[in-house]
């Protein structure tokens, strides 16, 4: 049993190993807090760390994405049709910016002149 339970933690630390990086905050990365989690965590079943493991295994190869397509007015809406592509664009550009940029941006969102 124990043995087991060990297998099922090696899969979840496999897992959390294949998590992206987050180049937008790289102080604070998602896989280190949830590993620490799972290593406090030693009183959980065999059958729930293999759970949990699948559960990551999923979101890391975007299965629900592909299941449930997000397609047409969903990404465009009437409102502000760009604002998704806007987004992607922002949080792409956002880890490549300098300290002096990123006051600028801000103060440019504080006061707005039209």
Known sequence: ???QAISAQ??????????????????IQF??????RFEQ???LSEQEQLRQANALYSLIDNRYKRKY????????P???PTYFTD??????AAPNRSYIERVWLRLRGIVRLQ
């Open 10 to 27: 090696r899969h979840v630390l496999r897992a959390l190993s294949q998590w992206p990086k987050d180049t937008l905050r790289p102080e």
């Open 1 to 3: 049993m124990a043995r």
């Open 31 to 36: 896989q280190d807090i949830l590993r620490k």
């Open 41 to 43: 965590s030693s009183g």
């Open 87 to 92: 987004l992607v664009q922002e949080l792409e």
């Open 69 to 76: 397509p997000i397609t047409g007015s969903l990404l465009r």
């Open 78 to 80: 009437k409102s502000n």
